[in-house]
């Protein structure tokens, strides 16, 4: 029976993909910079927003963001030209990745700020190092050591909010993930109905809500029924010149 194919809307995906029977994919600090390098320039290719993303020896994490239906291909340039690569380099043959790449739709922002910090932590839950800044191969070391940054994290969630304020990244990152919970908002994003979920939603009309405001009250109001029309933390604060924290907690107080 052929495989199904993948439904693609716009939005944040969560990917996954490992070495064949658990295998090393990376083996040395060479591979794990070619696979960086293919996936900025994958990226790029096909207009692919990287966020987060952690490498570890026999698989990894990307949080990346599509605006249209390059997901698939983007995945399959990017296992195809590393398994090449690796092939070639250590004498073999065959399959590398386990299979398909796996994926998740991410539904709301709980489920995106929990999954960066469980991607971003990876190396430490396995105890390969006591401190993530000193890991050298997630997004994480770039976001704090702010230097030689790949080009395909320029446009990341971290670095358009938190620029380099490095405490207001490491209080988000450093938080400690519930994995329980994670469970349970992955299985409650897997119960909607891919038709149930809204597209891109239209920023011209979130700025027309914002043209007559007059006060700030209102404004705050606002920011409030935006949210709750679907609209992102970061897409009203795009809006609004705000940082996103800001409007996080004029949200929070205005439900209260």
């Not at 329980?180 to 897997?190: Q, T, W």
């Amino acid at each position: 029976m052929p495989r199904k194919p993948r439904i693609e809307i716009p939005g944040f995906y969560h990917v996954l993909n490992r070495g064949v029977e658990q295998r090393a994919v990376f083996l040395c600090r060479d591979d794990y910079e070619h696979f960086l390098k293919l996936m900025c320039e994958f990226a790029k290719e096909y207009d692919i927003v990287i966020h987060n993303f952690c490498l570890m020896s026999n698989h990894y994490h990307i949080l990346l963001e599509i605006s249209n239906s390059t997901l698939s291909v983007f995945m399959k340039n990017l296992g195809m030209y590393y398994s090449i690569y690796f092939n070639q380099k250590y004498n073999r043959s065959g399959h590398l990745w386990q299979g398909r790449f796996k994926s998740w739709y991410v539904t709301n922002e709980l489920y995106l700020y929990t999954l960066m910090r469980y991607i971003e932590q990876n190396p430490l839950k396995a105890n390969i190092v006591d401190n993530l800044q000193n890991y050298p191969y997630n997004s994480y070391y770039y976001f704090i050591h702010q230097k030689n940054m790949p080009d395909c994290l320029k446009d990341s969630k971290i670095v358009q909010d938190y620029g380099n304020d490095i405490s207001k990244i490491e209080a988000i990152l450093d938080e400690d993930v519930d994995l329980s919970e994670l469970k349970e908002i992955k299985k409650a994003s897997s119960l909607i109905e891919v038709s149930n979920i809204k597209k891109e939603l239209d920023i011209e009309v979130l700025e027309e809500m914002f043209k007559e405001i007059e006060n700030r009250v209102q404004r705050n109001e606002m920011i409030l029924k935006a949210h709750n029309m679907g609209y992102s933390q970061h897409q009203i604060a795009k809006i609004l010149k705000l940082s996103q924290p800001t409007v996080n907690r004029i949200i929070k107080r205005y439900k209260m």
